[in-house]
């Protein structure tokens, strides 16, 4: 049996314009390594993060960031229930709790993973924070956070692909100037 690193793509990367805000919806593929598996049913908790930045092009500077927002989903199981629970939130997830967004839970890995892979109608910008005469770029990022884990798990990762879940992507905004 032949280590695998885990790869990441995504599938679907879609913006749109709602009222006064800019919604991104995206789907991540990915497949979990062993060791995070495992990781995972020894009751490790796992922590995903979504990124997604809007800059302004600019030709004579580097693009100016606009708007810029996370989301963060810690996937835990828990063995005396034998339940997933997924908490989502838009900033760090600490031990108090405090923030939390959405809390769900699953029976089955597959069911968790599919809510954590797929981002839809995210808010990642107002339309008020954009210029409507300039171009502008989004910036996607999906990742497992690593710095999260508990330290001897960091410690023992050094060099070592299968903890590697990371893929980014960028799209060009087309925003209509509604006068």
């Given at each position: 049996?032949?280590?695998?690193?885990?790869?990441?793509?995504?599938?679907?990367?879609?913006?749109?314009?709602?009222?006064?805000?800019?919604?991104?919806s995206a789907t991540?593929?990915?497949?979990?390594?062993?060791?995070?598996?495992?990781?995972?049913?020894?009751?490790?908790?796992?922590?995903?993060?979504?990124?997604?930045?809007?800059?302004?092009?600019?030709?004579?500077?580097?693009?100016?960031?606009?708007?810029?927002?996370?989301?963060?989903?810690?996937?835990?199981?828990?063995?005396?229930?034998?339940?997933?629970?997924?908490?989502?939130?838009?900033?760090?997830?600490?031990?108090?709790?405090?923030?939390?967004?959405?809390?769900?839970?699953?029976?089955?890995?597959?069911?968790?993973?599919?809510?954590v892979q797929r981002?839809?109608?995210?808010?990642?910008?107002?339309?008020?924070?954009?210029?409507?005469?300039?171009?502008?770029?989004?910036?996607?990022?999906?990742?497992?956070?690593?710095?999260?884990?508990?330290?001897?798990?960091?410690?023992?990762?050094?060099?070592?692909?299968?903890?590697?879940?990371?893929?980014?992507?960028?799209?060009?905004?087309?925003?209509?100037?509604?006068?």
């Amino acid at each position: 049996m032949r280590a695998q690193s885990p790869t990441a793509e995504i599938s679907l990367f879609k913006l749109e314009r709602a009222d006064d805000a800019i919604l991104l919806s995206a789907t991540v593929n990915f497949e979990l390594s062993a060791a995070v598996e495992e990781a995972l049913l020894k009751g490790v908790a796992m922590v995903f993060v979504a990124e997604a930045d809007v800059l302004r092009e600019r030709w004579y500077w580097t693009n100016k960031k606009v708007a810029s927002t996370e989301r963060h989903m810690r996937l835990a199981y828990q063995p005396l229930t034998r339940r997933w629970r997924l908490n989502v939130a838009s900033g760090l997830i600490t031990n108090a709790g405090l923030g939390l967004v959405l809390n769900q839970n699953f029976e089955a890995l597959p069911d968790a993973l599919a809510a954590v892979q797929r981002l839809s109608r995210w808010k990642i910008a107002d339309v008020s924070d954009l210029d409507l005469e300039q171009r502008h770029l989004v910036e996607f990022r999906f990742r497992l956070d690593l710095s999260q884990l508990p330290r001897p798990f960091q410690i023992g990762m050094l060099g070592q692909t299968d903890w590697n879940i990371s893929v980014s992507s960028s799209q060009l905004l087309a925003l209509e100037n509604t006068k």
